[in-house]
């Protein structure tokens, strides 16, 4: 909502765009965005989309991840585990 202008006082066009409507001059494409044509040129049914492949990659990943966490858990107390018992030897 704009407010009235006292006459005689001029107004600077930042003052107009922060007092105005900012969606007044907003009008809708006719066409669609390219979200929504490629949803709708998806296939309907059957075969693999997108969605499920890159489900699978994501699923390989986190495994190949979780993979390497335990790896590293299991060598890591092994030689722990030499160290402790390399030191009771030498004492």
């Given at each position: 909502?704009?407010r009235?202008?006292?006459?005689?006082?001029?107004?600077?066009?930042?003052?107009?765009?922060?007092?105005?409507?900012?969606?007044?001059g907003?009008?809708?494409?006719?066409?669609?965005?390219?979200?929504?044509?490629?949803v709708?040129?998806?296939?309907?049914?059957?075969?693999?989309?997108?969605?499920?492949?890159?489900?699978?990659?994501?699923?390989?990943?986190?495994?190949?991840?979780?993979?390497?966490?335990l790896?590293?858990a299991v060598?890591?107390q092994?030689?722990?585990v030499?160290?402790?018992?390399?030191?009771?030897?030498?004492?």
């Amino acid at each position: 909502m704009a407010r009235p202008q006292a006459a005689g006082r001029s107004v600077s066009p930042a003052t107009r765009s922060a007092t105005g409507d900012v969606w007044s001059g907003y009008a809708a494409r006719g066409s669609a965005s390219l979200a929504t044509a490629d949803v709708a040129a998806a296939p309907q049914s059957g075969g693999l989309g997108s969605q499920a492949i890159s489900m699978a990659v994501l699923g390989l990943g986190l495994a190949g991840l979780v993979g390497g966490v335990l790896v590293a858990a299991v060598r890591r107390q092994r030689v722990l585990v030499r160290r402790s018992s390399s030191a009771r030897n030498e004492h």
